[in-house]
Nanobody, 115 residues
Framework: QVQLAESGGGLVQPGGSLRLSCEAS????????AAWYRQAPGKQRELVATITSGGTTNYADSVKGRFTISRDNAKNTIYLQMDSVQPEDTAVYYCQAVRGGIAYWGQGTQVTVSS
């Protein structure tokens, strides 16, 4: 069974930084496009950032210049580096792997930005 395991969430102050990780098992993650989504209470799931198998990245306007998505193929892991976080970044963050019309999802990790 495929598993995507997110980690690194927690409580952080406004202006601070956090790094989320998503480690995949039972797939070769480098062959998949990957993404980070987030969902805040009462809101629709939002696409945050994407990265292709070739390393091309895209970001939601709300996080451009603050967040960075990357991947380490040797570790079968993708990351979301979150800098200059703000309260509106508070959400459950989910990672996704996609290939050939099939998508896998992680269980999510909570990020709370509060002073």
């Amino acid at each position: 069974q495929v598993q995507l395991a997110e980690s690194g969430g927690g409580l952080v102050q406004p202006g601070g930084s956090l790094r989320l990780s998503c480690e995949a098992s039972r797939i070769i993650f480098s062959l998949y496009a990957a993404a980070w989504y987030r969902q805040a209470p009462g809101k629709q799931r939002e696409l945050v950032a994407t990265i292709t198998s070739g390393g091309t990245t895209n970001y939601a306007d709300s996080v451009k210049g603050r967040f960075t998505i990357s991947r380490d193929n040797a570790k079968n892991t993708i990351y979301l580096q979150m800098d200059s976080v703000q309260p509106e970044d508070t959400a459950v963050y989910y990672c996704q792997a996609v290939r050939g019309g099939i998508a896998y999802w992680g269980q999510g990790t909570q990020v709370t930005v509060s002073s």
